[in-house]
C-alpha cells in the first residue's frame, strides 16, 4: 500500500508541537505494518538541511504564476527503523526559507502569504497523486492539520484525473488556516469550492474546512476528541459539518514512539532506569533541582509542566493555585515559551518562590526528557485536549499524571481511587470541571498518594508499563487506509 503523508513539521528536524512527533513516527509504524510510506513537505531551511540523497522529480505552477520545483530525497535523521525516510520537499526558497517557526516571522505574526504557502504543500501532494514522479505513484494521500488540507479538496474536485482516496487528520481543531475571501482564486480550485458545502466560512477561505468537507475520512487524534468536536463547545464552529460526516469520522489514539521515549534507552538524560530499578529515576530528580535551582530535597513531590505556553494548556488554573505545590513542601517546574503573558506571569511566580518554583521558558527538546525523567507529576491540566503526548511521556517515565478528563487525556490516565488501586489500573489523577477548587483538589490527592510510598510505586509502575504501541495505531490506519484503496 503506497501512502503519501503530507504535513508541515517532521520530528527531529522541525517541531512546534505534538504533530511533529506524529508525523516523525507514523512512516516506520505503518511500514511495519505493511505500508510503504513517503512524506511531502515544504522546503524549510530545517527540512532542506536534513535532507540527502536528492534527485529532481518535476515541477509545477501555482495559479500566482510561481513554479515550484520537488525533489525527492532521504532525511537521514528521522527516527525510523531503517534510519532513512523518502520525502518529496517543494523548493520553493520564496515561500519557505524565512526566519520565525514554520507559520509565524520572529515578531510572532503569522506570515501574510500563508494561504499560498500551504496551498503549494496540498497541491504538490495532489500533484505526486496524479503522477508526477513516474516512479512511485501514492495510492492514498494522508493530510494533517489545516497546512495541508487543500490536498483533499484538490483531490476530490479534480474530476478529469485519476480518483486517489484521501484521509485528513485535525490534530488540533482550534488552528483552522482562515483566510479572507480574496485569497480564494490563489489556491486553483474550481469556483464550486468557495460555497457553504466546500471550504467558504462566513466569505473567508478555511483551509480546516476544506479538508473537512472533502477527505474521504477524517480522523482525530483520540476517541473522545472525535466525539468532543461534534458538540457545539469544541467545535470550534465546525461541530455541524462534522456532525454531518460522523460516519466518516473517528478517533485513532496517538502513541509514544519508543525509540525516542523510553526511560530504559534514552541518551537525552542522565541516569537510565526501569520499572524493577528506579534508582536512575532518584539520581534524574536530584540532577534536575541542582539544574533548575530547586532546593535538592529527595522527599518534596516535583510537580513539572511541559508545554506550549497558551491558554488551551489551563495555564491559568496552575497559576492561581501554585500555593496549593508549594505549602505543603512541593516543588514546581515549568519548561514552555509561547504566549509573553504567561511568560512574565511564571517568571514572577519562579522569583517569588525561590527554590520551590522554577521556570526555563524556550523551546528544548532534550531538558524535556530530563523533565519527565526527573519530576514525579506530570501537570496537563487543559482545556481542551486533542490527544496530548506529555501525559504519555510523563507515564513511560514515572512521572504520573495530573490531568483534566478531556479529549485524549480522558482517553490514557486512569484516576487513582480505592477500587483503581485495588484493581491495579490506577496510572495518575484526573479532575472533570476546569475550576481551580478541582484542580486544587487533585493536587491534593496526589500529596496523599506521594505520603504512601508504596501505593505509589504501585501507580507509578502501572503508569510505566503502559503499552501506547505505535503498532496498535498503525493497524488502525492500515485498516482504514484498505477501506478506501480500491482493490
Ligand atoms: P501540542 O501539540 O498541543 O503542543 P502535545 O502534548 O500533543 O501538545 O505535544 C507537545 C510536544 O511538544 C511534546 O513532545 C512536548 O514534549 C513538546 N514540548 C512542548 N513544549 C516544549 C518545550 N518548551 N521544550 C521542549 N519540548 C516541548
Not at 24 to 38: Q, S, W, Y
Not at 76 to 88: A, C, L, R
Not at 296 to 321: C, H, I, N, W, Y
Not at 458 to 472: C, H, I, N
Request: charged residues 20%; negative net charge.
Amino acid at each position: 500500500m503506497r501512502i503519501l503523508q503530507v504535513s508541515a513539521e517532521i520530528f527531529p528536524l522541525l517541531k512546534t508541537g505534538g504533530l511533529a512527533d506524529i508525523a516523525g513516527a507514523l512512516p516506520d509504524a505503518l511500514n511495519g505494518a505493511g505500508c510503504e510510506v513517503r512524506g511531502v513537505l515544504p522546503g524549510f531551511p530545517a527540512i532542506c538541511a536534513g535532507l540527502s540523497q536528492t534527485s529532481s522529480v518535476g515541477q509545477f505552477t501555482m495559479p500566482w504564476g510561481e513554479v515550484i520545483h520537488v525533489v525527492y530525497g532521504m532525511l537521514s535523521d528521522v527516527s525510523v527503523g531503517d534510519g532513512s525516510f523518502g520525502v518529496y520537499v517543494l523548493m520553493a526558497p520564496n515561500l519557505y526559507d524565512r526566519p520565525g517557526n514554520p507559520y509565524e516571522g520572529p515578531d510572532r505574526q503569522a506570515y501574510g502569504d500563508n494561504h499560498r504557502r500551504f496551498a503549494a504543500l496540498g497541491y504538490a501532494a495532489a500533484q505526486l497523486a496524479w503522477g508526477l514522479d513516474s516512479r512511485w505513484r501514492p495510492q492514498l494521500v494522508h493530510s494533517h492539520d489545516w497546512h495541508a488540507a487543500l490536498a483533499p479538496a484538490f483531490l476530490a474536485l479534480a474530476h478529469d484525473r485519476p480518483r486517489v482516496p484521501s484521509v485528513f487528520t485535525v490534530h488540533n481543531l482550534a488552528y483552522q488556516g482562515v483566510f479572507g475571501g480574496g485569497c480564494f482564486g490563489d489556491l486553483g480550485l474550481p469556483p464550486q469550492a468557495f460555497s457553504v458545502g466546500g471550504l467558504e466560512y462566513f466569505g473567508n477561505v478555511s483551509f480546516m474546512k476544506a479538508g473537512l468537507s472533502y477527505a474521504d475520512r477524517i480522523t482525530t487524534v483520540s476517541p473522545t476528541y472525535a466525539r468532543e468536536i461534534q458538540t457545539a463547545e469544541q467545535g470550534c464552529g465546525l461541530d455541524g459539518l462534522l456532525r454531518q460526516r460522523a460516519v466518516h469520522l473517528s478517533g485513532i489514539l496517538n502513541a509514544v514512539d519508543a525509540a525516542v521515549w523510553s526511560p530504559t534507552t534514552d541518551s537525552l538524560i542522565p541516569h537510565r532506569f526501569d520499572p524493577r530499578n528506579m534508582t536512575g529515576k532518584a539520581l534524574n530528580k536530584a540532577s534536575l533541582q541542582v539544574q533548575c535551582g530547586l532546593h535538592v530535597e529527595a522527599d518534596a513531590p516535583l510537580f513539572a509542566m511541559v508545554s506550549r505556553l497558551t491558554d488551551q494548556k489551563g495555564l491559568s488554573l496552575l497559576l492561581g493555585a501554585v500555593d496549593e505545590i508549594v505549602a505543603p513542601g512541593g516543588q514546581l517546574l515549568v519548561l514552555g515559551s509561547g504566549d509573553p503573558y504567561f511568560e512574565e506571569a511564571f517568571s514572577r511566580v519562579a522569583q517569588e518562590h525561590p527554590g520551590k518554583v522554577a521556570v526555563r521558558l524556550g523551546y528544548d527538546e532534550s531538558f524535556a526528557h530530563q523533565v519527565f525523567a526527573g519530576s514525579d507529576v506530570t501537570l496537563v491540566p487543559s482545556r481542551y485536549e486533542p490527544c496530548g503526548l506529555t501525559q504519555m511521556y510523563g507515564l513511560k517515565y514515572g512521572s504520573l499524571p495530573l490531568v483534566r478528563r478531556v479529549g485524549g487525556l480522558a482517553d490514557t490516565v486512569i484516576d487513582t481511587d480505592l477500587e483503581t488501586l485495588d484493581n491495579r489500573s490506577a496510572n495518575g489523577f484526573v479532575f472533570d470541571r476546569f475550576d481551580e477548587t478541582d484542580f486544587r483538589r487533585a493536587v491534593r490527592r496526589a500529596f496523599g498518594l506521594y505520603h504512601r510510598p508504596a501505593e505509589w510505586n504501585r501507580v507509578r509502575q502501572t503508569g510505566m508499563r503502559s503499552a501506547f504501541d505505535w503498532k496498535d495505531s498503525a493497524l488502525r490506519y492500515f485498516h482504514l487506509y484498505q477501506e478506501l484503496i480500491p482493490k
